[in-house]
């Protein structure tokens, strides 16, 4: 596997950090996957991921991925996202706009405890 990924069970919501050096679609698809299985198998709607992988995605390939998050059951989870790489910005916010686009209820956000405030008042 090209990251590490630790979870992490809170009162209100699945906690993951992630991190890795390398990241692609493929890559991107897949975590997202174990993600919501993870979060799905132990009875959790709300999640927050913190990441911290040093490749990013290409906007191309942030419309493959939403694409794929379309085609799933991701939109019955309530996602915060904290990406700890500062120059991703952009990319994330693109990220954001196309997965709400298919419906995804995730937002992206730049420390912990703004993305913690916002997921455990999130309905």
Not at 6 to 22: A, K, N, Q, S
Not at 45 to 68: A, D, G, Y
Request: glycine content about 4%.
């Amino acid at each position: 596997m090209t990251y590490k990924l630790i979870f992490e069970e809170r009162p209100e919501y699945l906690y993951g950090y992630v991190e890795g050096v390398e990241y692609s679609p493929e890559i991107c698809i897949q975590l997202w996957k174990e993600i919501f299985t993870k979060a799905g198998e132990l009875g959790y709607k709300k999640v927050l991921i913190r990441q911290n992988i040093q490749e990013s995605l290409t906007p191309l390939e942030v419309l493959e991925v939403s694409e794929h998050w379309a085609d799933n059951d991701y939109d019955s989870f309530v996602t915060a996202f904290v990406d700890d790489v500062p120059h991703q910005k952009d990319i994330n916010m693109l990220g954001e706009v196309m997965a709400r686009g298919a419906d995804v209820n995730i937002r992206v956000f730049y420390t912990v405890d703004k993305a913690e405030q916002w997921l455990v008042n999130e309905k």
